[in-house]
């Protein structure tokens, strides 16, 4: 079941905390293990054998790991093979999603998290889970599965000892959650809705504002889908109790690439960093080696956005271009920072292009068109889009960037501001209805606000 659904706002989150704040708080995580299978199942209960059969995996496979972390050899064995499992089936399901009509969302997000999970008891980071429901709320809860973000089980325990339930983290959560709500259901769903206007014109027949506009619009629409989803899931974690990481940290208008991959689904960066990189290659001092591993790295990354040419090649640019600025440019880019901006700009619009193209040819004609070999420089359809959307455009960048942050702290901050944060519950609730306003008018693509 999708989090941004009035079916989910309306009728099953209330009853969810309404049970769960009823309930004993040892129940409270078989509770919430079976939420999560029931709305993972929902409309199709045969996809619940695949996190089912996950969980069983990784729950013995990480008992087994810890009686044998003193044979570092067999510990290691059994780590390897896990992990070729798992990457395997789950690249297997990827790659047959349009055949598969049992197709399991977020399986590359619990996947990750347990392969986390198992690195960490092999690394002797933490013990390995004896509480099933603990370890089956940690690898498939609910709100994460769609955005993530990646953490730690050591980090999921020690909440779990001191985990408080009030009335104020009630309250802090459903406001995150209906502003994560908001950016899916009002900003993600209104660029969703231009991008695919803008796609309906070949790449060919563009001119170069018309494919510039393309690649901006589909760069907003995306951030604020992981962005709304991530706050959706940090919200709800809150909720119930838990604080999950944040995700997303106001990427746009940074200075490098490096600032720019720092801030863009950070928990994901992390975990590669951390179960792939500094596992594998944080032994050799060699630094043609490290330089091999990061970019590695970064190809996997790309692969796990998508198993085509163009999420790897993504990875491998974007891996390329954080060396060159280690390396090279990093005092260039402390110096000069509106050239670091112009340039990060340009070149993340790009690779952009890489993320909604079928296939390296179409890449090729996009980024023609971007450099003006397209049709033209200007034509009216580009003159269009514009005009009718300039001012989505700046909003949609003004909030993507520190600076609405931080007008907003300073003015909670101040006196008046203070005295208008008594109106904040009445804002969320106008917000609220406005998003349950805008997904009845236009179910999962609405754009409602544009025609008001």
């Known amino acids: 079941m999708q989090l941004a659904s009035l079916t989910f706002v309306m009728t099953v989150l209330p009853a969810l905390l309404l049970i769960y704040y009823l309930i004993p708080d040892k129940a409270r995580q078989i509770f919430l293990l079976l939420c999560s299978f029931l709305l993972y199942g929902w409309g199709n209960?045969?996809?619940?054998?695949?996190?089912?059969?996950?969980?069983?995996?990784?729950?013995?496979?990480?008992?087994?790991?810890?009686?044998c972390r003193k044979n570092r050899i067999l510990a290691t064995v059994i780590l390897c093979f896990s992990v070729i499992v798992q990457i395997t089936v789950m690249s297997y399901i990827r790659n047959t999603a349009e055949e598969n009509s049992f197709f399991p969302f977020g399986i590359a997000i619990y996947t990750l998290q347990g392969l986390g999970y198992l690195t960490g008891v092999y690394r002797k980071h933490h013990s390995a889970a004896v509480n099933l429901p603990e370890l089956g709320v940690y690898l498939i809860f609910f709100p994460a599965l769609f955005a993530g973000g990646l953490?730690?089980?050591?980090?999921?325990?020690?909440?779990?000892?001191?985990?408080?339930?009030?009335?104020?983290?009630?309250?802090d959560g459903l406001s995150l959650f209906i502003r994560g709500l908001a950016e899916k259901v009002v900003l993600a769903d209104t660029f969703g809705y231009i991008f695919r206007e803008l796609q309906q014109i070949a790449p060919e027949n563009m001119s170069m504002l018309?494919?510039?506009?393309?690649?901006?619009?589909?760069?907003?629409?995306?951030?604020?889908?992981?962005?709304?989803?991530?706050?959706?899931?940090?919200g709800l974690g809150k909720c119930f109790g838990y604080e999950l990481p944040?995700?997303?940290?106001?990427?746009?208008?940074?200075?490098?690439?490096?600032a720019f991959m720092k801030s863009w689904n950070i928990t994901l960066v992390l975990w590669f960093d951390t179960n792939f990189r500094r596992l594998l290659f944080r032994k050799?001092?060699?630094?043609?080696?490290?330089?091999?591993g990061f970019v590695l790295m970064w190809m996997l990354i790309g692969a796990w956005y998508g198993m085509k040419s163009q999420f790897i090649?993504?990875?491998?640019?974007?891996?390329?271009?954080?060396?060159?600025?280690?390396?090279?440019?990093?005092?260039?880019?402390?110096?000069?920072?509106?050239?670091?901006?112009?340039?990060?700009?340009?070149i993340s619009q790009f690779l952009w292009v890489l993320f909604f193209t079928e296939n390296l040819s179409g890449t090729a004609e996009y980024w023609k068109a971007m450099l003006g070999f397209g049709n033209g420089i200007f034509d009216r359809t580009g003159f269009y889009f514009l005009v009718s959307y300039v001012a989505l455009i700046l909003i949609g960048f003004y909030i993507a960037t520190d600076l609405f942050?931080?007008?907003?702290?300073?003015?909670?901050?101040?006196?008046?501001?203070?005295?208008?944060?008594?109106?904040?519950?009445?804002?969320?609730?106008?917000?609220?209805?406005?998003?349950?306003?805008?997904?009845?008018?236009?179910?999962?693509?609405?754009?409602?606000?544009?025609?008001?």
């Not at 944040?246 to 490096?258: E, I, R």
């Not at 101040?414 to 306003?437: D, N, V």
């Open 284 to 292: 050799y001092s060699v630094k043609w080696i490290s330089y091999l």
């Open 210 to 234: 018309t494919a510039w506009l393309t690649t901006i619009i589909f760069s907003m629409y995306l951030y604020f889908e992981l962005l709304g989803y991530s706050e959706m899931a940090r």
């Open 246 to 258: 944040k995700n997303f940290s106001h990427p746009f208008f940074t200075s490098s690439m490096t």
């Open 405 to 452: 942050r931080n007008i907003a702290e300073r003015l909670s901050a101040s006196e008046f501001g203070q005295k208008l944060m008594l109106f904040m519950p009445l804002f969320h609730g106008g917000l609220l209805i406005f998003c349950l306003a805008s997904m009845l008018y236009g179910g999962q693509n609405s754009h409602l606000w544009l025609w008001l």
């Open 151 to 171: 953490f730690s089980y050591a980090e999921f325990a020690d909440q779990n000892r001191h985990k408080h339930l009030n009335i104020v983290s009630l309250s």
């Open 45 to 67: 209960p045969v996809r619940v054998l695949y996190p089912a059969a996950f969980l069983c995996y990784d729950y013995g496979t990480g008992l087994l790991l810890e009686k």
């Open 313 to 346: 090649l993504w990875g491998l640019v974007i891996g390329l271009l954080l060396l060159n600025e280690k390396i090279f440019l990093e005092k260039i880019i402390r110096q000069k920072y509106i050239a670091g901006v112009v340039y990060t700009a340009i």
